[in-house]
């Protein structure tokens, strides 16, 4: 096993420790929703880099998400409206049908 040849006094461990420090993050604004961000990355908020969409981020999904649903239940809602306009539509339909072969029935049996 490798072991050191002198010990490393305590001035000459710290100065090369002074350099290790960690050091705070560049942040920049983002160009797109104004919130602060890592420079030269793109901008986890909102997926933006610069002025083009790069990521799909977590929002973005559960808008998709939300629009897919909302989607989904107007046209179930819009289905079932249609249902219903028709049912009643029919109804009276049912009753004009009923009642125009009879007129035609009648025409038939005038005609005859
Ligand atoms: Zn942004």
Do not use: W
């Not at 705070?24 to 929703?33: D, F, H, P, Q, S």
């Not at 179930?76 to 539509?89: I, M």
């Not at 004009?96 to 005038?110: I, N």
């Amino acid at each position: 096993m490798a072991l050191p040849k002198k010990k490393i006094s305590r001035v000459r461990g710290r100065t090369r420790r002074a350099h290790s420090a960690v050091k705070m993050l560049g942040l920049v604004l983002c160009t797109n929703c104004q919130q602060p961000k890592p420079a030269h990355i793109a901008c986890p908020q909102c997926g933006f880099y610069g002025n083009k969409k790069v990521l799909n981020t977590k929002t973005d999904k559960r808008i998709a998400a939300r629009l897919k649903r909302d989607q989904a239940a107007a046209a179930r809602k819009a289905k079932t409206e249609s249902n219903k306009k028709a049912a009643p539509k029919s109804a009276p339909k049912k009753s004009s049908a009923t009642k125009a072969p009879k007129g035609q029935a009648k025409k038939d049996s005038d005609k005859k």
